[in-house]
């Protein structure tokens, strides 16, 4: 990621994507956020997207081609199935596909599918954990985004998004994010 570089996320107004929405347009990048409603695609503007396109639109992605029409650089997924089919055909020629959730579902493509991607030089990932800070070019990955994060949060340019229960309310915090209602990492307090 860098100045030149477009990166594509989708849950863009999760816990992980606030923050890949932040570290993306502080590494210079430019920032498509997609998210699931007008609520999530403001939060994602906020949080510093050029562009945030709601994925639970008709033609969501005929919008993302109208202001980015060289496709993305690296698509960071976390939503997998019908979305991510569709992301993937947003991404530039050598773009990369790095999966580090599956909230809708597993993606599966067919072989041609599959095919069609090589062709077109595109590479994708499963980066979950430690494995994900590698992708994103940390060398040693604990160690490095432990320094970059806490250097970037007392910075003020990256802020976690969290939402708050009591644990008397788990019951409630799990409704709202079975119903997609949350925004940011959901915290069950004592």
Known sequence: LGPG??????????????LLVQYAKNAGATVVALAGGPAKCALATANGADLAVDYTTADWAGTVRAHHPDGGTVLFDSVGAATARTALGLLAPGGRHLVHGWSGGPLTLTDAERAALAARGITSQVVLGPAMLEAVGAPDPLRVLETRALAEAAAGRLRPAVRRFPLAEAAAAHRSLETRATTGKVVLEP
Do not use: P
């Not at 570089?5 to 606030?18: D, K």
């Open 5 to 18: 570089s477009t990166a594509l996320i989708t849950a863009a107004a999760g816990g992980i994507g606030t």
